[in-house]
């Protein structure tokens, strides 16, 4: 099966712009290129940072653009989006029975599990990820109903460090609860993030995972800073994820990259 994986659209208002990238440009060019590339892929899921500022003029603008996709698409929220503006814009969205908004959706490799990792109470300026009691509940109950099918989790903020201390200090902050449940599982396939702007990939109490660039902007390569979050202009990516009954492959593309051109006859001589 193959599916699309976006991150971090960081969507404004229309006419602004963030950083000096205007967001809704870039997501129409990511959307372009997946369409043109991609349209056999069974669906899309975007892991959160939706909007810069969770303004309902933002998610509209998320909303227009997201009209052009040709895949079905599927929404995380993150530290930058505004859980009830998000619902009052995407109205069709699943929320479990405490109103986060976490869902299973049941896919041809296994069941994909949708995790909310935003503050249930909104905290202006605090920007790490929170996972109470009732969330890891609801997971727990999911992945008990899952049986021994294999379980494709995503969810926006990363529970452990990833030695980018900026990143480090807004991770998911109850990794603790997490972990107990991941730790009752064996039926974890893959992990899907957001949030940290950068390809990276790993091991992670034995469960293989992936992130990914944004679309708009990027966390710089920065193993020194911790505050403020030092953003760089390095190119914006996607995933386009194979699951096999064997493997699970995660190929990041910089849709924006226009030096995979035809070179010439003789190119490959050497001078």
């Known amino acids: 099966m193959k599916f699309i994986h976006i991150t971090d659209t ?54 227009e653009s997201l009209s052009a996709l040709r895949l079905p698409y599927h929404l995380l929220i993150g530290n930058h989006d505004n859980r009830q503006t998000f619902r009052d814009i995407f109205p069709d969205t699943l929320c479990d029975d405490n109103g986060f908004i976490q869902s299973v959706l049941d896919t041809p490799a296994g069941p994909f599990i949708f995790l909310d990792t935003v503050f249930e109470t909104p905290r202006k ?37 990833i030695h980018l201390p900026a990143m480090d200090n807004i991770k998911l902050r109850e990794a603790q609860v997490l972990n107990a449940v991941v730790d009752g599982s064996n039926s974890i396939r893959h992990m899907f993030f957001g949030h940290v702007h950068r390809p990276i990939s790993g091991n992670w109490r034995g469960i293989p995972f992936s992130m990914l660039p944004g679309t708009n902007h990027q966390v710089a390569f920065d193993f020194d800073t911790i505050t403020p979050v030092p953003k760089s202009h390095e190119p914006p990516g996607y995933g386009v994820v194979f699951l096999n009954p064997d493997s699970v492959i995660v190929h990041v593309h910089d849709y924006l990259d226009t030096t995979a051109l035809p070179l010439p006859a003789d190119a490959a001589k050497v001078a």
């Open 10 to 63: 960081h969507i404004v208002p229309p006419d602004k712009k963030l950083l000096g990238l205007d967001p809704r440009a870039r997501l129409d060019a990511c959307i372009a290129d997946v369409n043109a590339n991609h349209a056999d892929a069974e669906f899309c899921v975007i892991t959160g940072d939706l909007a810069q500022a969770g303004q309902a003029e933002a998610y509209e603008n998320l909303k």
């Open 125 to 161: 300026g605090s920007h790490w990820g929170e996972f109470c009691d009732r969330r890891a509940d609801w997971l727990k109950a999911r992945l008990d109903e899952c049986g021994e099918s294999p379980v494709y989790v995503f969810m926006h903020h990363p529970p452990f460090d």
